[in-house]
């Protein structure tokens, strides 16, 4: 069976000024495949059975190339084999597919081998320079004079016999931490490090097929601070949506730094996926979308709520009240959702609500608005509110528990109308209230 092999190189071969964990670059790669395995400072990768899906190969050498680089590497190579990639990735050759695999790894010292340059001394007093130069050696002297390692790499490397690894499993849950390279003083600044990790949970999200709608960035001061400085801080980012773009997850952070001063400077961070929800894939059309591919609402207010604060951006939620007047409240927009059941007002709902509901005259018990009131459909009864309590103007509490029986009345000049009469006790004349009204 044909493989398609990618080998991220971190020895001496990554932007120096960030550390890269090969178990969080591993993590990461598990988005394209999930054959994936991690060996001391080396990643690989086998795509041959994920081609189609990304696209194509030149699709996914570019998707690879381009998050291993955001990430420092710098020493990636595509070959048939995962030594051969290897090999090719310690001598700069990109592409070992570039030709016939021996003639990609024959002029190869064989240096880049392991389990061959672990015999160097050796082999260099035999005359040996390249992994050609092996290979032309008798195979049973070999086998006598060397370890069983030697030509089961070389075998492997060239393809002739299967390669096997334990491959890296996905994590529940997603947890990643940096060590800066520096002292960092402003929390904008934190963003040079965070990137790398948001990059790092944006591969682990798309593995998992989810989205994060709230993710959290942990500081920890350095070592020579004050001592009322504590030992870090925080902060928390939350999003309308699930979502796994990292852009979008940078641009949310960077505006909720600028607006964090740090008590003492940071050293190192920690970043957590903190609520993360599965995100439904769009059924796709084999037609091209015609649809304008403007920026989601969502992401504009995002933005918005991030620079002016979370009250300043409010979005309507329901909520488990039978009140109507209380069943929708105005939350931030990064709140949490509720996750309760919402139910149903029993009967017809009114197009306009009162905000406050208006006392109706009652004449020869029946309630009266521009004329006598013929009720058409109830009574409706809603009790609720014991638990809600609100300060009276004296400075106490007073509770806002209701008992309602609401009809829809008809008027002669108004049209329907919303109307609800409370139920009082049985020696008290019960008020008519006007609450809505019918388009």
Not at 50 to 65: A, N, T
Not at 93 to 98: E, P, S, T, Y
Request: some cysteine; charged content about 20%.
């Amino acid at each position: 069976m044909s493989a398609h092999w990618a080998a991220l190189l971190l020895d001496g071969a990554c932007d120096s000024s960030l550390p890269i964990d090969p178990l969080g670059l591993a993590v990461w790669a598990l988005q394209f495949t999930p054959r994936v395995a991690q060996k001391d400072r080396t990643v690989w990768l086998e795509v041959e059975q994920s081609l189609r899906l990304f696209g194509g190969e030149d699709q996914v050498h570019q998707l690879v190339e381009a998050g291993a680089s955001a990430l420092g590497v710098s020493a990636l190579a595509w070959a048939p084999t995962s030594l051969a990639a290897l090999a090719c990735a310690r001598q700069g050759i990109r592409d070992g597919f570039a030709g016939p695999l021996a003639k990609v790894l024959d002029p190869l010292p064989y240096e880049c081998v392991d389990a061959v340059n672990a015999h160097g001394a050796t082999l260099a007093r035999l005359g040996c320079r390249t992994l050609a130069d092996v290979r032309k050696l008798p195979r049973g002297g070999i086998s006598r004079r060397f370890d069983s390692q030697l030509l089961l790499a070389l075998d492997q490397a060239y393809g002739l016999r299967p390669e096997g690894y334990p491959w890296v499993t996905l994590p529940e849950t997603f947890t990643a931490r940096l060590e800066l390279p520096g002292r960092v003083d402003t929390a904008p600044a934190l963003m040079f490090g965070a990137r790398r990790l948001l990059l790092q949970m944006g591969g682990w999200l798309a593995a998992r097929h989810c989205g994060v709608t709230a993710f959290t960035l942990h500081w920890c001061h350095d070592v020579m601070r004050a001592r009322d400085a504590g030992d870090g801080g925080e902060i928390t980012v939350r999003t309308a949506q699930p979502t796994q773009n990292v852009d979008h997850l940078c641009r949310l952070l960077t505006a909720n730094l600028a607006r964090v001063q740090l008590l003492a400077p940071a050293s190192d961070l920690v970043l957590s996926a903190t609520e993360v929800t599965p995100v439904m894939e769009d059924s796709l059309s084999l037609l091209p979308d015609a649809r304008a591919a403007g920026e989601a609402v969502a992401l504009v207010l995002e933005r918005i709520e991030a620079r002016l604060g979370k009250k300043r951006v409010l979005r309507p939620v329901l909520t488990e009240d039978l009140r109507l007047e209380w069943m929708n409240r105005w939350q931030p927009m990064s709140a949490k959702r509720p996750t309760m059941k919402v139910r149903q007002v029993p009967g017809p709902q009114p197009t306009w609500m009162l905000r406050t509901p208006l006392r109706l005259d009652v004449k020869d018990e029946r309630p009266f608005y521009q004329g006598p009131l013929q009720l058409l459909l109830g009574p409706e009864r809603v009790e609720g509110g014991w638990w809600h309590r609100v300060k009276d103007a004296e400075g106490g509490q007073r509770s806002l528990n209701v008992a309602r029986d609401y009809w829809v009345a008809l008027s002669q000049h108004a049209g329907a109308l919303w109307i609800f009469q409370q139920r009082l006790p049985k020696d008290e004349t019960a008020s008519w209230y006007l609450h809505g009204l019918f388009a």
